[in-house]
RNA sequence: GCGCACUUAGCUCAGCGGGAGAGCACCUCCUUGACGCGGAGGGAGCCAGAGGUUCGAUCCCUCUAGUGCGCACCA
């Protein structure tokens, strides 16, 4: 493609494609380890393996490649190591489903033909959300991605199982866990999500035994459980049942004898003051039998259908139990009343099934002595989040947390390396499979059928990705990672995870930067998600707006730890920002023929005003830059390039080097062709990170050193802050802006060029003089004449007053001179109330004395100006009269 | 119930101790040799309410109201 050929529009689809073949051809993701160098490691959250790109996924990922693509080009040895994780549940309920179409369960085929579904499964779609991440332009080393149930991963899921348990911080018991029916398994704590519904309150009368008419009143929310009530409970302060602690009641439809006992967990002034107690179905009524030992009757089963425990109920599923339970407590007159109760109800975080609390054999990992080191190191600095205030939530919730369930009635995830010997009883954990029991030499071994939480492995993951337990130069090197990018509603599950396993195994923390961004909202401000049906789709985006609109609409949207909502109006807005950029560089590239920067001598070319002002305004803009990436402002830093290069690079800068790139002063050409490429090809690497994709077709275009931008170095400042020219700069736009004000007030089309007096004291008037030929330029003006303030002023003339400078446009069949009256009345008016303001803030005593010098003295000054300014617009406005 | 956020222009959101900002939308003008996915100009806000700290508060503190989100075993 010649330059000529360049389109007015800006089309991503074929250069996105063709730019990241090239990447990956040419191993740009691939980092050299030097040990020389300090590295820059970024570990993917790991996407589901079943899933698709979502919003999240999108904005989670451009923030990484955002710092990735920074770091890398900062000279770091930069991985971003990618993978995928198993998903446990999801995974294996999606391939049931499919299953399912035939007719078939799981059970039908077997786990071990089951499994092999599931891999065939993984291979065929695992490797679909890698494509979409690349669609987007990540840059991740593919040559080191890792799957949660591959090899090494597994390797180090079965060595740290197995060193807990060897450590006592891994058990087995019966307790309390949440059961979902529907995913036919337990699940752990943080799983549950707890909605507020409204149900009913039951107050159900249990006869006292061995008394005629005595009863005792209960309430309950779930009156199936009453089938596995073992007790009444009473607080033991509670006056109104001290007479019955000791006693006995009857189980009403079942008739079985129960003890009424006291325990503090009661809360007197809930219901009635008698709570019933059913210690297998349900957490705090277990704690309670644990501690008045009571017997434990399970009703419900597995598949939340009544147990034979529930007698003739059996076989009846919990809901429908519940229907008829009531019925007959209402026929045998122990149902006293009904009330509304609004409470929290737990929910499978998966599949919405209302979870069933009941007593299960399952593996624990004791929590406290793991939680602590892992709170420490955050209180003492060892791990930063950012936004700060996500400090306190990860700390409230490691201080309440309780042991975590980690098996999980599923096939498809590690297995846990526990065996049984059913001849000695032997149990047996092992980080090689066994095939005899080592105490009596059985052959008769079983092991445990159950699996681990997917997040036991996830857990694991920034030190098993890099290789542990095997200490790879990869571990050595990369680990540990510099950040973690993840969403807020993941702390929990996974963040505080890796923290605590890191330190128990690594005895280091897994990154030293946690970033949580928000969530992708959509433009109503809803959570997106399939049942709303309001998803928008990452890749409908990239297909119409290319990926480098989507990426920078995502993060010039993005405040640190806030959610942002999603809208088609901002990512249009992206999209003129990237065809801005592409069509200033094609002005660029057709006015750069022939150009060879290897050619110039930056030191014999003479810079102008606008020359040295752009070169100043990039320096700093580099430099704000920088700092905001390094405060994680990504937002801050996109925002701060979009202005600069639409409004200070395109709209004055550009404007003005078509004087002399048009011109026939050939040394004058060749500076402004150096300086708008100096200043475009480094600010396309400013803008890289965020825009991958444009940066490079355009870069490749222009003048460059280096195989792709990619891997061109992180530009430097252009010289020291040339404050000087920034400030005579500021005069001429201000100028500019003043001119262009006044005749549009006044109605004058830019067609009509006009000649433009300016008066200003000597100093002002010199630069003004100089720079005669911008105003000419920006102003629409024909002649520029430059005088001294004190010169006669022009009679019928537009006019506009700026501090120590007067303009006039004598145009005098167009001006109309009662609107340039009312006009200069106006700024009058305006100026007055300035004034006023600056007087009362300097006659304010305590302003002098206690506001710091350099606020007073800018106040000094602002009166001063003003003065001046009113001073001459009453001139002005006498003249004006004077003259009608 | 406890905690954490948020409330700024019609909309989406920045700013956060010294005179209110952007994008979109709106109004006026412009076929200027990169771009109409453009250019120039403009209107628009008691910065939720009430107190307090301060010379000075949109910004800090307290309370109130509304919204959102976490956490929580009240049967």
Redesign the pocket.
């Known amino acids: 493609m010649t330059t000529k050929d360049i389109p007015?529009?800006?089309d991503p689809h074929a250069v996105e494609e063709k730019w990241y073949q090239y990447w990956l051809d040419n191993g740009c993701f691939t980092p050299e380890i030097d040990p020389e160098k300090q590295p820059y490691t970024i570990v993917i959250p790991p996407p589901n393996v079943t899933g698709a790109l979502h919003m999240g996924h999108a904005l989670d990922n451009t923030i990484q490649d955002v710092l990735i693509r920074y770091h890398r080009m900062k000279g770091n040895p930069t991985l971003w190591l990618p993978g995928t994780d198993h998903a446990g549940i999801a995974t294996q309920a999606r391939v049931e489903a499919e299953l399912a179409k035939e007719g078939l369960s799981r059970w039908d085929l077997g786990r071990e033909k089951f499994l092999e579904k599931v891999w065939e499964w993984k291979h065929q779609y695992g490797g679909r959300i890698i494509t979409q991440l690349q669609r987007l332009g990540a840059s991740c080393d593919f040559t080191r991605e890792r799957f949660t149930m591959d090899e090494g991963c597994s390797h180090a899921v079965r060595e740290v199982f197995v060193s807990l348990y060897e450590r006592g911080l891994i058990y087995r018991g019966s307790y309390i866990v949440n059961w979902c029916p529907q995913c036919h398994t337990a699940i752990s704590?943080?799983e549950v999500?707890?909605e507020?519904t409204t149900g009913h309150?039951w107050y159900v009368r249990y006869p006292l035994a061995d008394e005629e008419n005595g009863y005792v009143t209960?309430?309950?929310?779930?009156p199936e459980t009453i089938l596995g009530d073992t007790a009444v409970a009473v607080n033991p302060h509670d006056e109104r049942y001290k007479d019955l602690v000791g006693k006995e009641v009857i189980l009403p439809l079942v008739g079985r004898r129960m003890p009424i006992i006291a325990d503090y967990?009661?809360?007197?002034?809930?219901?009635?003051?008698?709570?019933?107690i059913t210690p297998s179905h349900?957490?705090?009524d277990f704690e309670i039998g644990q501690r008045h030992d009571l017997k434990q009757v399970t009703v419900i089963g597995l598949d939340g259908r009544m147990t034979e425990g529930a007698g003739k109920f059996a076989g009846l599923d919990r809901y429908e139990c519940r229907r008829q339970l009531v019925n007959k407590l209402q026929e045998g007159g122990y149902l006293e009343k009904i009330e509304d109760?609004d409470?929290?109800v737990g929910h499978c975080s998966r599949c919405n099934t209302v979870i069933e609390p009941l007593l299960s054999k399952q593996w624990f990992v004791k929590m406290k002595p793991l939680a602590e080191p892992a709170l420490q190191v955050v209180k003492e600095g060892g791990i930063r989040f950012v936004p700060e205030?996500f400090t306190?939530?990860y700390c409230?919730?490691l201080e309440?947390i309780r042991d975590w369930c980690i098996s999980r009635q599923l096939w498809w995830g590690h297995r846990i390396p526990v065996w049984y010997c059913k001849d000695c009883g032997k149990e047996i954990a092992s980080r090689d499979d066994i095939s005899s029991c080592p105490k009596c030499g059985s052959s008769h071994i079983e092991q445990d059928p159950d699996v681990l939480d997917t997040w036991f492995s996830s857990a694991l993951w920034p030190f098993s990705t890099l290789g542990w337990p095997e200490e790879t130069a990869d571990l050595k090197y990369f680990y540990p990672t510099s950040v973690l990018v993840t969403g807020?509603?993941i702390i929990?599950f996974w963040v505080a995870r890796m923290i605590f396993m890191a330190l128990a195994f690594m005895d280091d923390v897994p990154f030293k930067d946690v970033f949580i961004h928000g969530l992708v909202?959509d433009?109503e401000?809803r959570?997106m998600s399939k049942s709303l049906g309001n998803g928008i789709d990452p890749l409908e985006v990239i297909e119409k707006y290319g990926a480098d609109t989507l990426r920078f609409m995502l993060i010039t949207?993005s405040?640190p730890g806030?959610?942002?909502?999603f809208?088609w109006?901002?990512v249009?807005?992206t999209?003129?920002f990237?065809?801005?950029v592409w069509?200033?560089s094609?002005?660029a590239l057709?006015?750069l023929e022939g150009f060879d920067p290897s050619q110039v001598n930056p030191s014999d070319l003479e810079f102008t005003l606008a020359d040295r002002w752009i070169r100043s305004r990039f320096s700093s803009v580099r430099n704000r830059v920088v700092e905001l990436i390094s405060d994680y402002?990504l937002?801050?830093a996109g925002?701060a390039l979009y202005?600069f290069i639409?409004d200070e690079f395109?709209?004055w800068y550009?404007?003005l080097a078509?004087l002399r790139l048009?011109g026939d002063d050939e040394k004058a050409r060749q500076t402004a062709q150096y300086v708008m490429w100096e200043v475009l090809e480094r600010t396309l690497r400013l803008l890289h990170p965020f825009m991958p994709f444009i940066t490079e077709e355009i870069w490749q275009h222009l003048p460059h050193e280096g195989e792709s931008i990619m891997n061109a170095p992180y530009p430097k400042e252009i010289g020291e802050r040339d404050e000087k020219a920034e400030k005579e700069f500021a005069l001429i736009q201000e100028v500019?802006?003043g001119i262009?004000?006044a005749r549009?007030?006044m109605?004058v089309?830019?067609?009509r060029r006009a000649r433009v007096i300016i008066q200003a004291k000597p100093e002002t008037a010199a630069v003004l003089k100089q720079s005669s030929m911008y105003i000419v330029s920006l102003a629409w003006a024909n002649e520029v004449v430059t005088g001294l303030i004190t010169a006669e002023k022009p009679p019928q003339a537009v006019s506009f007053i700026t501090n120590g400078v007067e303009v006039y446009l004598p145009l005098a069949d167009l001006v109309d001179m009662d609107k340039e009256t009312a006009r200069v009345k106006k700024e009058i008016a305006a100026m007055e109330?300035?004034v006023k303001?600056?007087e009362r803030?300097l006659a304010?005593k305590?302003?002098l004395?206690?506001?710091?010098a350099e606020?007073v003295q800018k106040?000094r000054e602002?009166e001063v100006g003003?003065r001046d300014k009113l001073a001459r617009l009453k001139e002005r406005l006498t003249r004006l009269q004077g003259n009608h």
């Open positions: 007015t529009v800006y704590d943080i999500e707890h507020d309150l209960v309430a309950t929310t779930r967990y009661v809360d007197p002034t809930f219901g009635t003051g008698a709570v019933k349900d957490p705090n109760l409470h929290a205030r306190k939530i409230q919730w309440n807020r509603d929990f909202l433009a401000g959570k949207g405040v806030y959610d942002l909502r809208n109006e901002r249009e807005a999209r003129n990237a065809n801005k069509n200033v094609r002005l057709l006015n402002d937002g801050g925002t202005e639409w395109c709209d550009v404007e078509k048009y500019v802006r262009r004000n549009a007030e109605d089309p830019p067609t109330a300035e303001r600056s803030m304010n305590g302003f004395a206690k506001a710091p606020v106040e602002k003003y």
